[in-house]
Antibody, heavy 116, light 111 residues
Framework: QVQLQQWGAGLLKPSETLSLTCAVY????????WNWIRQPPGKGLEWIGE???????KYNPSLKSRVTISVDTSKNQFSLHLTSVTAADTAVYYC??????????WGQGTLVTVSS | QSALTQPASVSGTPGQSITISCTGT?????????VSWYQQHPGKAPKLIIY???RRPSGISNRFSGSKSGNTASLTISGLQAEDEADYHC???????????FGGGTKLTVL
């Protein structure tokens, strides 16, 4: 059974860079898309972007200028970097595995708060 | 990129059936048979309950069903139970599969 375990800083100041990493255990790393999804407090889910095994990426057009998703296949890990954060970026961030077009597995979620 | 449109809330009594809609455009919901639905209880990660419009993952009750007509996908829950009270989110490919988009989410209350 695949498990996704994520970590990263939970408190940032405005203009800093958000960095999260997700490790994949117990399953194949190839053949899937590895995604980042976020959920502001009390709101719906927002798709941030994804990467596949070969490093090909897709990003939410509204975040594309600030987002980078990278992959380290030697460690079965992928990472999210979001630059110039503001209070609007405060959210629970999830890493997730996509098979086809459906999210089959989720990380535990990380609450990232942006506050001065 | 706009979120898919879902009603903010729906409600029903135990045993009833309810339907949650997810409206997009021909560039997302209408363009692909790839809509999926997720159930999310408070403080928990979402859980896949429907994929590819109307397919159920293993272990998901047959009380959950999905359909699509034009640019609108729907999730129907029959025989409503107290444990179904949760938030429900739809999800679709978009923009020629260049990106993906969620609905705004629907809070289901079981009265």
């Amino acid at each position: 059974q695949v498990q996704l375990q994520q970590w990263g800083a939970g408190l940032l100041k405005p203009s800093e860079t958000l960095s999260l990493t997700c490790a994949v255990y117990g399953g194949s790393f190839s053949g899937y898309q590895w995604n980042w999804i976020r959920q502001p407090p009390g709101k719906g889910l927002e798709w941030i972007g994804e990467i596949n095994y070969s490093g090909s990426t897709k990003y939410n057009p509204s975040l594309k200028s600030r987002v980078t998703i990278s992959v380290d296949t030697s460690k079965n890990q992928f990472s999210l970097h979001l630059t110039s954060v503001t209070a609007a970026d405060t959210a629970v961030y999830y890493c997730a595995r996509l098979l086809g077009a459906s999210v089959t597995n989720w990380g535990q979620g990380t609450l990232v708060t942006v506050s001065s | 990129q706009s979120a898919l449109t879902q009603p903010a809330s729906v409600s029903g009594t135990p045993g009833q059936s309810i339907t949650i809609s997810c409206t997009g455009t021909s560039s997302d919901v209408g363009g692909y048979n790839l809509v999926s639905w997720y159930q999310q209880h408070p403080g928990k990660a979402p859980k896949l309950i429907i994929y590819e419009v109307n397919r159920r993952p293993s272990g998901i009750s047959n009380r959950f069903s999905g359909s699509k007509s034009g640019n609108t996908a729907s999730l129907t829950i029959s025989g409503l139970q107290a444990e179904d009270e949760a938030d429900y989110h739809c999800f679709s490919n978009s923009g020629g599969s260049a990106f993906r988009v969620f609905g705004g989410g629907t809070k289901l209350t079981v009265l």
